[in-house]
């Protein structure tokens, strides 16, 4: 059954991952249905799908069993303390700081009662 939209929306352009040729590609997006590939920017869209894990506020978690790897997640309840997953469409993520990690460790290690580095981890990391 196809459920078709009558709502009235002015057409814009967004993004999508095209699987089959790796690229994110745009396509005229009407404001009605969709699914989550559809992104605002290329970049977003690029961040999210390509295989290459960015994180757009620092760097991603690292793993803790491996010094040379990043920790990966399907779900934010797999990523430590104040990171968040970055998975979509079932494909591993990245544990990326979230919006208030950084501002947090920058005031921490800056603030008049700076903290020693074990501590500052302290609250970076799950128990």
Do not use: W
């Not at 396509?27 to 970049?43: A, H, V, Y």
Request: hydrophobic residues 25%; proline residues 5%.
């Amino acid at each position: 059954m196809m459920i078709r939209c009558t709502l009235h929306f002015v057409k814009c352009f967004r993004f999508y991952y095209d699987d089959a040729s790796k690229l994110c590609r745009s396509f005229t997006f009407t404001g009605c249905g969709g699914n989550e590939n559809n992104f605002k920017t290329k970049g977003e869209c690029t961040q999210f799908c390509s295989s290459e894990i960015i994180c757009p506020r620092g760097d991603p978690h690292p793993d803790r069993y491996s010094i040379n790897k990043i920790a990966t997640c399907h779900e934010n309840k797999h990523c430590p303390r104040n990171y968040t997953c970055t998975a979509r469409f079932g494909k591993k993520g990245a544990c990326c700081p979230s919006r208030g990690a950084l501002e947090l460790r920058r005031s921490l290690e800056s603030g008049p009662h700076s903290h020693d580095k074990n501590s500052l981890d302290d609250l970076f990391l799950r128990t």
